[in-house]
Nanobody
Framework: VQLQASGGGLVTAGDSLRLSCAAS????????MGWYRQAPGKQRELVAD???????RYSESVKGRSTISRDHAKNTVYLHMNSLKPEDTAVYYC???????????????WGQGTQVTVSS
């Protein structure tokens, strides 16, 4: 299983961007897909995630400024972020909890990370 993330880059405060992450490989089902981020010197933290039934969590720091969505047919998750702030600067990692076969144990997989830099 591989997670391929894209969409990061350098933006200006107040801008918007969209991150995408596609899962590929041997996949039976994806329970949760989401995004985490890690800023320099800080621990990795949840940004947002979405379950297979559509339940969504957002961190308080992005709630109201971000929308997570999922395309089940494409095994892809999107994170649209608005009103970006310099404190949103971090490496953003895609995460998915995947069952590779029926009744298999679900495991967590991570993408390679995509840098988001927000200049003031």
């Amino acid at each position: 299983v591989q997670l391929q993330a894209s969409g990061g880059g350098l933006v200006t405060a107040g801008d918007s961007l969209r991150l995408s992450c596609a899962a590929s490989g041997t996949i039976f089902s994806i329970n949760i897909m989401g995004w985490y981020r890690q800023a320099p010197g800080k621990q990795r933290e949840l940004v947002a995630d979405i379950t297979s039934t559509g339940r969504i969590r957002y961190s308080e720091s992005v709630k109201g400024r971000s929308t997570i969505s999922r395309d089940h047919a494409k095994n892809t998750v999107y994170l649209h972020m608005n009103s970006l702030k310099p404190e949103d600067t971090a490496v953003y990692y895609c995460n998915a909890r995947i069952e590779r076969a029926y009744n298999d144990v679900a495991n967590d997989y991570w993408g390679q990370g995509t840098q988001v830099t927000v200049s003031s």
